[in-house]
């Protein structure tokens, strides 16, 4: 039985590697991901340039608002960018109407004017050729704002000791209180709003790919006559965890794959260098890898890092059991797309319990849900990082996977049995208690 179940595996494994399509789609997915990375270097290549500073114009009929304003300007772009400014001042002493011309005939350029209102309060017009995307208008906006309150305060014949006082940083102190909080909250709620989308993603992603992928291949062998040639040699026990174990060998690859991928563009990204968006790709990831390290909440995942990837690895042969049996029920893909429906909502009630896992502290409902077969995989790592779970209803967690699996093994075989041979959808539910009622 072991010869013929490692030879039906390979021969499935190979089958669904050993294809174009697989290929074709790791080296599209390879050149995505580095492309993302690196999509400012791509950029420049086709004549874009991020570190190119884009002229602006300031008119400044004011009492010198145009110094204020270039200082309030580079201090919002470190702030919000964090990168020196991305504009080429120039006070432009021609007049308003040559400015406009220059702007015209230069879609780059953007003119600020600077003027007062009846009521002497500063009053900017901005012009420019076409439109201004929403973060450069926010930054110009912002800046204009802290020009206008640094000048009112100047006028205000307030001390320049005063001023400086009046706008330096407030201090601000955190304590506490209670000690059963952990210092580290606030890591965990950055790496659930960073990482962690970034992670439950392809779980989720990988799990409907299994899932389609053995009720496609059951079907295949259903619909060509070909599953009664290989059931005449082998027990249908065999031929079903050949599936399970194909389907996710092949699983585990692709996320292997996928894994590589990633790090081969974040460190492309590192050697390359190039312009810095919002930051740089390489810094925020790098910043984000720091914080995790360097906090409690890093050290409790490296230690629970094999009891989840045992969860997650239980989880997906619960769902290769499911749709191995529902797609021996099937006669055709058709009906197995109609089947494997309650899979996905189960799928996504994880997804989104995950997602939402912080507006559920302290709540008793959401810690129940982590103990759900098929929903703890993508929840419980979830609640862990927040804190909301520990160790045991990790254990509690995986003990009811296994329950589960081992359910499906042995009543699921059953019907497997009856179901891979069956090419009626009459009576079939019928058919398929009996099989349940029958003895292994």
């Given at each position: 039985m072991t010869s013929k179940l490692w030879y039906l595996t390979s021969v499935s494994l190979k089958r669904k590697i050993k294809t174009k399509w697989f290929v074709i789609a790791n080296v599209l997915l390879a050149l995505l991901l580095i492309g993302l990375f690196n999509i400012d270097t791509v950029i420049q290549l086709f004549g874009g340039d991020f570190?190119?500073?884009?002229?602006?114009?300031?008119?400044?009929?004011?009492?010198?608002?145009?110094?204020?304003?270039?200082?309030?300007?580079?201090?919002?772009?470190?702030?919000?960018?964090?990168?020196?400014?991305?504009?080429?001042?120039?006070?432009?002493?021609?007049?308003?109407?040559?400015?406009?011309?220059?702007?015209?005939e230069n879609s780059k350029i953007l003119v600020l004017h600077f003027t007062y209102d009846e009521n002497h309060l500063l009053k900017t017009t901005i012009l420019s050729k076409g439109t201004i995307d929403t973060l450069p208008y926010q930054i110009l906006s912002s800046s204009i704002q802290t020009t206008k309150v640094n000048l009112a305060l100047k006028e205000s014949s307030i001390d320049i000791e005063e001023l400086n006082r009046i706008e330096s940083p407030a201090t601000i102190e955190r304590v506490i209180l209670d000690d059963n909080t952990k210092g580290d909250e606030e890591s965990a709620q950055m790496?659930?709003?960073?990482?962690?989308?970034?992670?439950?993603?392809?779980?989720?992603?990988?799990?409907?790919?299994?899932?389609?992928?053995?009720?496609?291949?059951?079907?295949?062998?259903?619909?060509?006559?070909?599953?009664?040639?290989?059931?005449?040699?082998?027990?249908?026990?065999?031929?079903?965890?050949?599936?399970?174990?194909?389907?996710?060998?092949?699983?585990?690859?692709?996320?292997?794959?996928?894994?590589?991928?990633?790090s081969i563009a974040y460190f492309t990204k590192t050697l390359i260098g190039g312009s810095k968006i919002v930051g740089g790709v390489e810094e925020a990831v790098g910043d984000m890898v720091h914080q995790i390290l360097n906090s409690g909440v890093g050290e409790q995942l490296i230690i629970l890092l094999p009891l989840i990837i045992l969860l997650i690895i239980l989880t997906f042969v619960g769902y290769s059991l499911l749709a191995g049996i529902l797609a021996s029920m099937t006669t055709n893909t058709e009906d197995f797309q109609q089947l494997q429906s309650p899979i996905m909502m189960?799928?996504?009630?994880?997804?989104?319990?995950?997602?939402?896992?912080?507006?559920?502290?302290?709540?008793?409902?959401?810690?129940?849900?982590?103990?759900?077969?098929?929903?703890?995989?993508?929840?419980?790592?979830s609640l862990l990082v927040l804190g909301h779970i520990g160790i045991l209803d990790i254990c509690i967690s995986i003990i009811l996977m296994m329950l589960i699996n081992g359910i499906l093994i042995r009543y699921g075989l059953r019907i497997y049995k009856v179901g891979i041979l069956n090419y009626s959808s009459k009576n079939l539910w019928k058919k398929m208690f009996q099989a349940l009622k029958e003895k292994s």
């Open positions: 570190n190119e500073k884009k002229p602006m114009y300031l008119v400044d009929e004011t009492n010198g608002v145009s110094e204020f304003f270039i200082e309030a300007l580079n201090q919002t772009e470190y702030n919000i960018r964090g990168t020196e400014s991305s504009y080429e001042v120039t006070n432009y002493t021609k007049g308003l109407e040559e400015a406009k011309k220059e702007a015209l790496i659930m709003s960073t990482i962690f989308p970034f992670v439950i993603m392809p779980i989720f992603m990988l799990t409907m790919f299994l899932v389609q992928m053995i009720g496609a291949e059951v079907n295949d062998e259903k619909s060509t006559r070909g599953m009664e040639i290989i059931i005449s040699n082998v027990s249908p026990k065999t031929h079903f965890f050949s599936k399970i174990l194909s389907g996710n060998l092949f699983v585990f690859i692709q996320a292997g794959l996928l894994f590589l991928y990633t189960i799928s996504l009630l994880g997804y989104f319990l995950a997602m939402m896992a912080g507006m559920f502290q302290g709540s008793i409902f959401i810690k129940i849900c982590s103990y759900l077969p098929f929903v703890s995989a993508i929840l419980s790592p």
